[in-house]
């Protein structure tokens, strides 16, 4: 006897994205206080991505952060494609990034500082992050 699906167990929900609604970190004076929503909520989250080394910490899923610490002593051509290919694959991991494009980078004494704009669900981003290398 074949089994017959019972129809009566139909979803009957929608399935709607949650606000970005956060705690606001004030870096300047390393204090955490308020609320933030919006493009500032994603900057935050963009912010802690690129942060947070991946693999290190066992609070967070191994989708989370960014790995440049294998970047260190590497050729500064290499480091230029490998920074765009990581921070591109970390920020998609967030479905409310859409895009990362228009890198350039400036190499300094063991340092380059990378820009790049983020596409979000909230409008667009400049960012910047130095990369030790």
Same mark, same amino acid.
């Given at each position: 006897?074949?089994?017959?699906?019972?129809?009566?167990?139909?979803?009957?929900?929608?399935?709607?994205?949650?606000?970005? =609604?956060?705690?606001?970190?004030?870096? *300047?004076?390393? &204090? +955490?206080?308020?609320?933030? @929503?919006?493009?500032?909520?994603?900057?935050?989250?963009?912010?802690?991505?690129?942060?947070?080394?991946?693999?290190?910490?066992?609070?967070?899923?191994?989708?989370?952060?960014?790995?440049?610490?294998?970047?260190?002593?590497?050729?500064?051509?290499?480091?230029?494609?490998?920074?765009?290919? =990581?921070?591109?694959?970390?920020?998609? *991991?967030?479905? &409310? +990034?859409?895009?990362?494009? @228009?890198?350039?980078?400036?190499?300094?004494?063991?340092?380059?500082?990378?820009?790049?704009?983020?596409?979000?669900?909230?409008?667009?981003?400049?960012?910047?992050?130095?990369?030790?290398?």
């Amino acid at each position: 006897m074949i089994p017959t699906l019972n129809d009566d167990l139909q979803p009957d929900f929608e399935v709607c994205q949650q606000p970005g =609604r956060t705690y606001k970190m004030n870096l *300047e004076e390393m &204090r +955490i206080g308020g609320s933030v @929503d919006g493009i500032e909520a994603i900057k935050q989250a963009i912010y802690k991505i690129l942060n947070t080394q991946k693999f290190q910490y066992l609070i967070y899923s191994w989708d989370y952060g960014i790995e440049l610490t294998d970047l260190f002593g590497e050729s500064t051509a290499l480091v230029y494609s490998e920074i765009e290919n =990581r921070i591109r694959e970390a920020l998609q *991991e967030d479905d &409310r +990034i859409t895009d990362v494009r @228009d890198f350039s980078f400036e190499s300094g004494k063991r340092q380059v500082l990378v820009r790049f704009t983020a596409y979000t669900t909230e409008g667009t981003a400049d960012i910047e992050k130095v990369v030790m290398v």
